[in-house]
């Protein structure tokens, strides 16, 4: 097995900054006179032998600003943040539904094209929350506004009332749900929080302490403290899951790549505005059993970095080293997938690591033969946290003033 890399600050942001190239470089780009309906998309996953390249949907895009962001504000280089309005521009100009007579779609974002019928919450929250992060960059009010709309949406059209819950996937010509009771859906809570931080409007409040309540009640594993998944309501939905997010541990299914759920519990807990919570209670149990029983290695590329964001989500919030300080050992071996190749922009900086069947996208290929945005951007926002110079509020219910207006 390799060594470990020496994960220095100076390290990580060598690091950081080169994923956030690798977005720069691999971002769909119109050139004049050539038209291209893609302008502003990223890679979702790119087969390196083949060069056969899977374009981004919404939550591509959102990850992607992320990490664009805040290189940006780490830097002060254009580059970054012009790459993430062109990524904004997508989502707000071919992706979210603006026809007001469609009230189902009103305000969504469309998964994957402008032509799809439906949408992923989770997905299309991700996208969203990129338009709030270019809103407190910008102070663009266009940006704010389809946040809202996009709220507005999800609270009528996603949330399930009687349930206290979110819904897997919106149809808008069915009513179709594959992933109902999913704990994927407490990775939503940020931009929630965010958001009632930007207006001060009070439904936005709640839905932080509903999903926060939510992963409590249904997600959080009260022997071990970990996160387990939901009730699967169909095979599809339990195969899904089980691709890139959970695992068999003991006959169940936990969740390594929690997705950004964790994150849920913070939010709660800055919500209460209290130096303690049951939130914050959770949180810790979390991050412990992390350290301290999650066995390792682990089958999923992106476990390890996803983890590392909560883990130093919870330093930020509590002061205590010790959990930063185990990021940077699980990042220090994550690091040895990002691919260091000069002159080949169409992978350098990016790192390998695709958990969902690699041979859904290319017969007899292996997921360690791909770059995708998902492991590099997790990746990157670990490193980004890590290094110290940049805390903005992707994944985390902080730093969302320390994003600069331009």
């Known amino acids: 097995m390799a060594k470990s890399v020496k994960l220095t600050d100076a390290e990580c942001k060598r690091r950081a900054l080169l994923a956030a190239d690798w977005f720069v470089n691999t971002q769909f780009v119109q050139r004049r006179p050539q038209w291209d309906a893609n302008h502003g998309r990223v890679i979702y996953n790119y087969h390196m032998p083949t060069g056969q390249t899977v374009l981004g949907l919404s939550w591509s895009q959102g990850r992607a600003i992320m990490c664009l962001l805040a290189g940006w504000q780490l830097t002060g280089r254009s580059k970054y943040l012009d790459a993430a309005v062109r990524c904004g521009d997508y989502l707000r100009y071919a992706l ?11 305000g969504s974002l469309r998964e994957e ?4 019928r439906f949408s992923y919450p989770r997905d299309g929250i ?8 270019l809103h407190a960059a910008t102070g663009e009010a266009d940006y704010l506004e389809r946040c809202e709309l996009f709220a507005d ?3 009528t059209n996603a949330y399930v009332a009687k349930e206290r819950w979110v819904r897997g996937r919106v149809g808008f010509d069915d009513d179709e749900d594959f992933v109902r009771f999913s704990y994927i859906q407490g990775g939503g809570s940020p931009f929630f929080w965010h958001l009632y931080g930007l207006t001060g409007k009070a439904k936005y409040q709640r839905m932080v302490r509903v999903l926060g309540d939510g992963m409590l009640e249904r997600f959080i594993d009260e022997q071990s403290g970990a996160i387990v998944s939901g009730p699967p309501v169909a095979a599809r939905s339990k195969e899904a899951m089980m691709r890139h997010h959970a695992m068999l541990l003991n006959g169940r299914p936990v969740v390594f790549n929690d997705d950004g759920s964790s994150i ?3 939010c709660a807990h800055a919500a209460t505005g209290k130096p303690t919570s049951k939130y914050l209670d959770a949180a810790l149990r979390y991050g412990d059993w992390l350290i301290d029983a999650c066995p390792r290695p682990i089958e999923r590329f992106v476990a390890d970095s996803m983890q590392s964001v909560f883990l130093t989500e919870l330093t930020a919030v509590t002061g205590q080293a010790r959990y930063a300080g185990f990021a940077r050992g699980l990042m220090a071996g994550q690091v040895r997938l990002q691919v260091e190749a000069p002159g080949k922009p169409d992978r350098h900086g990016g790192y390998r690591g695709e958990d969902e069947p690699a ?48």
């Open 153 to 155: 949406w999800y609270l």
């Open 264 to 266: 849920a519990l913070t």
């Open 126 to 133: 991700e996208g969203a929350f990129g338009l709030l992060m």
């Open 96 to 106: 979210q539904q603006m026809d007001r007579r469609h009230g189902v779609s009103f």
């Open 359 to 406: 041979e859904a996208y290319v017969k007899g290929s292996t997921g360690k033969e791909f770059l995708t945005t998902r492991t590099t951007a997790y990746s990157t926002l670990a490193l980004f946290r890590l290094h110290g110079g940049v805390h903005g509020p992707s994944y985390s219910a902080l730093g969302l003033k320390t994003l600069r207006k331009g």
């Open 113 to 116: 094209v402008p032509t799809s």
